[in-house]
T-cell receptor
Framework: GDSVTQMEGPVTLSEEAFLTINCTYT??????LFWYVQYPGEGLQLLLK?????DKGSNKGFEATYRKETTSFHLEKGSVQVSDSAVYFCALSPTTSGTYKYIFGTGTRLKVLA | NAGVTQTPKFRILKIGQSMTLQCTQDMNHNYMYWYRQDPGMGLKLIYY???????DKGEVPNGYNVSRSTTEDFPLRLELAAPSQTSVYFC???????????????FGPGTRLTVL
């Protein structure tokens, strides 16, 4: 079945460091791909998305490119801030007609130190 | 739009009690979902619905029931609460694109439930 594999956390970085959180997927069809962010005590918020191969999603300085050839959707940010400390989830949409379940990774906790 | 709203925000139950977690969305989305998130863990799908009157089980449905009588509301019922149901519960909604794809899910703020 479809699946998402996300790098284990926690990831601890100093402010202004470069961030990469790896995400790879397996899917039978052509899913849309998402990154969600969860701040402490809150629900999940969409951070960015990409709907087809080679699309780049971007928001708040974060970027991720839908790579079909490597089945990856790695999240990057050039310079993290303390306010980016949160848990990040990679997810893919249902891929075939008649299925409705989204698949989530296990989440990667990011801690940014001042 | 208020988006997806959930009530209550917090609740403490005693073992064996019952309660209903409310979820409402005002975006006219067809699809709605209930997830639970245990401390430090990812999301597990409890139930989902693809429209009024249609529901189906997710990964962890035991101990829960749902109904979908309207497009807007998707309540989750806990019968005979157990300590294993201590978790944060999130409701989400989404809608298909016009070309047989799927858009992102919109999440509510969650309900923190403790069963003692």
């Amino acid at each position: 079945g479809d699946s998402v594999t996300q790098m284990e956390g926690p990831v601890t970085l100093s402010e202004e460091a470069f961030l990469t959180i790896n995400c790879t997927y397996t899917a039978t069809g052509y899913p849309s791909l998402f990154w969600y962010v969860q701040y402490p005590g809150e629900g999940l918020q969409l951070l960015l998305k990409a709907t087809k191969a080679d699309d780049k999603g971007s928001n708040k300085g974060f970027e991720a490119t839908y790579r079909k050839e490597t089945t990856s959707f790695h999240l990057e940010k050039g310079s993290v801030q303390v306010s980016d400390s949160a848990v990040y989830f990679c997810a893919l949409s249902p891929t075939t007609s008649g299925t409705y379940k989204y698949i989530f990774g296990t989440g990667t906790r990011l801690k940014v130190l001042a | 739009n208020a988006g997806v709203t959930q009530t209550p925000k917090f609740r403490i139950l005693k073992i064996g009690q019952s309660m209903t977690l409310q979820c409402t969305q005002d975006m006219n989305h067809n699809y709605m979902y209930w997830y639970r998130q245990d401390p430090g863990m990812g999301l597990k799908l409890i139930y989902y619905s693809v429209g009024a009157g249609i529901t189906d089980k997710g990964e962890v449905p035991n101990g829960y029931n749902v109904s979908r009588s309207t497009t807007e509301d998707f309540p989750l019922r806990l019968e005979l609460a157990a300590p294993s149901q201590t978790s944060v519960y999130f409701c989400a909604s989404s809608y298909p694109t016009g070309t047989s794809g799927y858009n992102e899910q919109f999440f509510g703020p969650g309900t923190r439930l403790t069963v003692l």
